[in-house]
């Protein structure tokens, strides 16, 4: 069982990026799933969140209007486009339930690295 992030790299101030997350070995269908980063020297923080259904979405201030998270089911997947990006959303970023490793399960996965650059 694990989530797989993808879709981080290098961008410049200003440019979009989406990130997804690919669950193996289980459906995540029924869970509500959040997206958390960590910059460099920082703790790990929590960025948005989904329903199960999708229908529900909540974000952390700092990307309220920029950021939007979104889900297929049909494909156990769930996105974060990231748009208006500034350096300080230089992170790794990650996928995992919500809240994280729900039923006492480890789910944390590499995550994938975003650098924006000014």
């Known amino acids: 069982v694990q989530l797989v992030e993808s879709g981080g790299g290098l961008v410049q101030a200003g440019e979009s990026l989406r990130l997804s997350c690919a669950a193996s070995g289980r459906t995540f269908n029924s869970y509500a799933m959040g997206w958390f980063r960590q910059a460099p020297g920082k703790e790990r923080e929590f960025v948005a969140h989904i329903s199960w259904s999708g229908s529900i979405t909540y974000y952390v201030d700092s990307v309220k209007g920029r950021f939007t998270i979104s889900r297929d089911n049909a494909k156990n997947t769930v996105y974060l486009k990231m748009n208006s990006l500034k350096p300080e959303d230089t992170a790794v970023y990650y996928c995992?339930?919500?809240?994280?490793?729900?039923?006492?399960?480890?789910?944390w996965g590499k995550g994938t690295p975003v650098t924006v650059l000014s």
């Open positions: 995992n339930t919500y809240p994280p490793n729900t039923g006492g399960v480890d789910y």
